[in-house]
């Protein structure tokens, strides 16, 4: 049987392109013992993948030029030789960007499609929302009264950080890229402030008004200058969540800022990276919570769907343009 894939064409120089990538026919083999054809329903497309298109060492391998690409999919099992799975089961694997691949079962977790959309799962119920628990609840610790500013506020972690910082009682900022993402966060999110980093003249200025009180926990989304802004009002004994840096991940030369480390030790601040991955086995700890918290109408979101297996590239490409409100998947 033949299936489309798309493979990694070239290594992006600065941005990324749709001339990275490009589709292939394929054959798929026979199914062996244990082994599950499947078929994708939705793809993830998330920033970190742009670090895998290059040939550096990183906590995950780089992508192979040739090769397809790989992320998280929820798909459809068509026929099975495991004994673990059946024909119609919806599961969850990283998998290539293939229509339909055959896989070992092993990997593959089974999803449970009867309380909330299989989408979730990619989001508030999957890696995002875990990375937004863990970053927020382990490294910065939110206590009543407390402010806490997260950038790229209005993306898929972005926007989980924020609600669970409200539902600690927190005073909580959110920094995005356009007015309709500042509106959203408001209204919809119940964000105290929000501010627009393309349009905002002086943003550490601007933060310095929005936060009267300093910044207790800085959840970093996005890095560069926006993190310099927020870090120049960063209270003594302040948490920095190091999640992501997405405003360099196209940088070609290691970009220089201000010299932080003077402000971190004199107000005995703790920045920490981490990868979600580093809390694999406190996972069902997390979507306990945050299944709870969506039950409960604590934790809303958005989802930006692109119909389209095709539409991955563009889909991925998007990302670095803001073109996402909440999680960036493609259905198929
Ligand atoms: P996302 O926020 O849903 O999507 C990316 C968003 O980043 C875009 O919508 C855009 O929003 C913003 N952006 C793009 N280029 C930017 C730039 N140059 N400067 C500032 N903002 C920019 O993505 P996500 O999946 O939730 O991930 C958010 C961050 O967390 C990423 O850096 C990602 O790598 C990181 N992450 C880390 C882990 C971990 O384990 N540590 C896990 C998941 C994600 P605007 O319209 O606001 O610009």
Not at 25 to 42: H, M, R, T
Not at 76 to 105: C, Y
Not at 116 to 144: E, Q, R, W
Request: charged content about 20%; aromatic content about 8%.
């Amino acid at each position: 049987m033949d299936t489309q894939q798309i493979v990694l064409a070239s290594r992006p120089v600065g941005s990324p392109t749709i001339d990275n990538f490009s589709f292939e026919s394929i054959a798929l083999p026979p199914l062996q013992p244990d082994e599950v054809l499947l078929e994708g329903l939705y793809y993830s497309v998330d920033p970190y993948m742009r670090g895998r298109m290059n040939d550096t060492k990183s906590y995950v391998p780089p992508f192979q030029l040739d090769q397809p690409m790989l992320g998280g999919v929820i798909a459809k099992v068509i026929e099975s030789k495991s004994p673990d799975l059946n024909h119609g089961d919806i599961v969850f694997g990283m998998l290539p960007w293939r229509v339909q691949t055959v896989t070992s079962a092993k990997g593959l977790s089974k999803i449970d499609d009867s309380n909330v959309p299989i989408s979730y799962h990619l989001d508030v119920l999957g890696m995002t929302g875990m990375t937004a628990y863990f970053g927020l609840m382990d490294i910065g610790k939110p206590k009543v009264g407390e402010t806490v500013v997260v950038s790229g506020a209005a993306g898929a972690v972005g926007l989980v950080v924020g609600q669970i910082a409200k539902i600690h009682g927190c005073r909580v900022v959110g920094i995005t890229g356009s007015d309709e993402k500042v509106k959203l966060l408001k209204e919809k999110y119940a964000f105290d402030e929000a501010i627009n980093y393309k349009t905002t003249g002086d943003l550490k200025t601007t933060i310095s008004r929005s936060c009267p009180e300093g910044v207790d926990i800085y959840y970093d989304n996005v890095g560069g200058e926006i993190s310099d802004a927020v870090i120049s009002n960063i209270n003594f004994h302040a948490r920095i969540p190091l999640c992501g840096q997405i405003s360099l991940y196209n940088s070609t030369e290691v970009p220089v800022g201000p010299r932080l480390q003077p402000m971190l030790l004199t107000r005995s601040v703790l920045m920490q990276g981490f990868i979600v991955i580093n809390y694999q086995s406190r996972f069902p700890e997390a979507i306990s919570h945050l299944a709870k918290w969506v039950q409960e109408g604590k934790i809303k979101f958005d989802q930006t769907i692109i119909p389209g297996f095709d539409q991955l590239p563009s889909a991925f490409l998007g990302l670095f343009k803001g073109n996402n409100i909440g999680k960036m998947i493609v259905k198929a």
